[in-house]
């Protein structure tokens, strides 16, 4: 008899269609709704490219003032979320709080059980526009300092610095912020959105979906990377001889079996596409923060890994230490990652409700031959 193939993982296995984003590892590029994202994150606002992956077009001039509009009218938290946020320790990870959050929300969402397009893009619109207040007021409350009331005569990337800082920091760096929230909005079938569509597929809700999703995301080899990129650095130290301790780190690493995290892609072989633009920007960071020895440690790593491996680096590489050179903490970098895709997650929950199937897949059982109670 034969034994069925597995496919560990799921490398290299089609399992749907889909029209949110198209990564093509060959040409090197990713497309949302048919646009580079390059091309986007040049051109377009997030908000923009939010209601484009929504959508399936970009917005008119009329559509965009109306989708900001709303947005900036749902950034308040209720008081039931401040309340469960300031009930919980200042040691947990901020991905179970925004995971708490989100679940809280939905548990008191008038929509929680309408799956339809209107109501999960509702539903995805109200989650997406609270998601600052909740990153930022939970950086600050780990410094001792109070929440910041959102202002809507900001737009979402300069609302969410500002409610994180109190000050609304030079264009420079809002535009490299709104670049990275763009690069990370959406990325196909990554473990995440995965899970929001497995969970979707049960014909559960978007809320219970999208927690889900956050737990995925949390992971190292997933979203948790940015976060850890940016303890490598700490550990490595920039400054005078970075280069060179920076190889001792990385064989060290690499000697006892460890991944290093920041580097390779399960689609990716050749680079990710969206490392060039996130590059761009973490080097106008570097200028604008005078901070040359960051470049330094950055370089020397990528050089030395790329040289004993060939493993190249994804977009975390570049991301983490922008946000650290913007001043958020490096706990914070994931649940950035979470603002930022909840706009891909919403798509493909909207994508997957509207032709289901439940997601079941089968598996070889390697466990004990049959047996019997005496
Ligand atoms: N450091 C060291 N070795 C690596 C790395 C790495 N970052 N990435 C891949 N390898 C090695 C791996 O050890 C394996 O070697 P061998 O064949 O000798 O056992 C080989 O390359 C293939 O790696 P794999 O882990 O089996 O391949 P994968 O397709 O499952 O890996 C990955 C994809 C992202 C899980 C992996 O590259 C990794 O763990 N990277 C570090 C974590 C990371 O940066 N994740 C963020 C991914 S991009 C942003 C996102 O989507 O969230």
Redesign the pocket.
Known sequence: QNEPTVFK?L?GVVVDRTAVSKVNPESNSLLYRGYPVQELAAQRSFEEVAYLLWNGELPTEDELADFEEQERSLRHLAPAVRRVIDELPVTAHPMDVVRTAVSLIGANDPQVDDASPEANRAKGLRLWAQMPSIVAYDQRRRHGLDLIEPRNDLGYSANFLFMTFGEVPELVVVEAFDVSMIMYAE?SF??STFTARVITSTMSDLHSAITGAIGA?KG????G?NE??MHIFDEIGAGPGAGERAEVWLNHT?DA??????????VYKHG?SRVPTMYTALLTMIEHYGRPDMLELYESLAAA?TAR?G?LP????PSGPAYHLMGFDTLTFTPI?VAARITGWTAHIIEQTAANALIRPLSLYNGHEERHLS
């Open positions: 993982g490398a990325h990554n473990a995301l190292p080899l997933h979203g990377a850890a990129v690499l079996k460890r991944k290093v995290m920041g580097f390779g892609h399960r990710d890994m491996t493993i994804n977009l975390d590489y990652f």
